[in-house]
């Protein structure tokens, strides 16, 4: 009877704390961990380590990342294209690999984790989270809250939650084949990276436009879009994933580009609004859900057990040093100006994703340190909660004066300079 209590009153917190939250300098991811904490602090219910169920971990995370995935995408009015992406690509496929790089060096020099284990937490940490990240995500379809800062952060984070998958495989075959990288090269390069990446795409841009078809361009008096339903979007989420994951593609990457296609086939209807806000409240609950058993879990189980001073200094310099300094260099040379450069390389947000992937690949693969790769993942989680949490609503405000504030002048300019 008391968990259908505490049920109903996080169902409630769902919908009451972002409106209460909305202008305070507090997000509802901080109140999620401050619950959870306080709860398994006071033995009201104790969460034990993920290392204990990982199936279980990786399938709760996997879910709630994927419906994520599905609302960043629905939510993104800008076509794509080489020039009006241009800074997506640049974290992609410029920040990131660089991220990687130097987080799996400095878990190999500091933390004393083989190759393959600093290459597996690198991995898991360097994906910007679509699920903690939407206080900095661009508005619902169609609603004009589309500036280049938050466009870029939701873009990354919709793409690259998928594209530390091949960096992740690479960590388990090197843990499961650590005297030579003969064996198994060749078909991590074909497999993990050309086949499933390609796949990936494939499968989420076919299913993506085909079910927009279905949706929005069959005769008007069986169009499905007349339904209303916004469990749709849960529909096809699981489906596009599911049938990526049978042929061995990157389910995660299918989703997102699936929900850009769905956007594509019929661009402007606004049934694409109905798809997002039921996706949107379905992953808030979901990840309220998973952030107090995070809370909990840090209060509860020893998830904070293995670390070090070592493995503290490890997450500062992953969120202060390497995230901002690898999306600054990406950045370069671009026409971005330096305010929205420092906000985009900032706001590098840890969290679900990171947890789904050491959940996966512990079960995949032989890798010593297990407990100080949680312990680490946890408190740079933590961290990220906490510090860009805080600042996301005075960044964003900032960020929204200086927008308005270009408009006016160019308004001004234009009245001034005549017909």
């Known amino acids: 009877m008391m968990l259908l209590v505490a049920f109903g009153a996080l169902v409630l917190l769902t919908a009451w704390l972002p409106m209460i939250l909305k202008e305070a300098p507090l997000s509802l991811p901080i109140v999620c961990v401050a619950i959870g904490a306080m709860a398994g602090a006071s033995s009201i219910f104790t969460v034990p380590h993920p290392a204990s169920n990982l199936p279980a971990v990786e399938k709760m995370t996997e879910l709630v990342v994927i419906i994520s995935l599905m609302g960043a995408a629905l939510k993104i009015d800008r076509k794509i294209g080489w020039r009006s992406w241009a800074t997506t690509w640049r974290l992609l496929a410029i920040a990131m690999p660089l991220t990687i790089g130097a987080l799996a060096l400095v878990g190999y020099a500091l933390l004393g984790l083989s190759t393959a284990s600093a290459l597996l937490l690198a991995a898991a940490l360097a994906p910007t989270d679509p699920v903690l990240a939407s206080d900095v995500q661009v508005g619902p379809p169609k609603s004009g809250e589309e500036d280049d800062t938050r466009f870029a952060l939701t873009s990354e984070a919709g793409l690259n939650d998928g594209l530390a998958f091949p960096f992740v495989m690479c960590a388990i075959a090197m843990a499961n084949a650590p005297d030579s990288p003969v064996g198994w090269l060749g078909r991590w390069l074909y497999v993990d990276v050309v086949w499933r990446l390609g796949v990936g795409v494939a499968v989420g841009a076919v299913l993506g436009y085909g079910l927009g078809w279905l949706v929005f361009r069959i005769p008007n008096r069986a169009e499905l879009s007349r339904t209303g339903d916004g469990f749709v979007a849960l529909g096809i989420t699981v489906l596009v994933f599911g049938l990526s994951e049978s042929v061995h593609g990157y389910g995660f990457v299918s989703v997102f580009v699936s929900g850009l296609a769905l956007r594509a086939a019929e661009r402007d209807h606004e049934y694409h609004q109905t798809l997002h806000d039921f996706a949107e409240q379905l992953e808030r609950l979901l990840m309220m859900i998973l952030l ?45 100006p330096l305010v ?17 992937y050491l959940a996966y690949a512990l079960q995949k693969g032989s890798f010593g340190g297990a407990e100080i790769m949680w312990s680490a993942t946890a408190f740079i989680i933590l961290a990220s909660i906490l510090l860009h949490g805080v600042t996301v609503t005075p960044t964003m405000r900032l960020i929204d004066r200086r927008r308005d504030q270009g408009a006016t002048a160019r308004e001004e300019r234009a009245i001034a300079e005549g017909p």
């Open 292 to 336: 107090v058993l995070f809370g909990g879990a840090l209060a509860s189980s020893q998830l904070l057990g293995a670390l070090s001073w070592d493995a503290a200094v490890y997450a500062i310099v992953a969120i202060f040093v390497v995230r901002p300094l690898t999306a600054w260099i990406s950045l370069s040379g671009t026409t971005c």
């Open 340 to 356: 929205e450069r420092g906000v985009v390389s900032f706001f590098g947000i840890r969290g679900v994703g990171s947890v789904y």
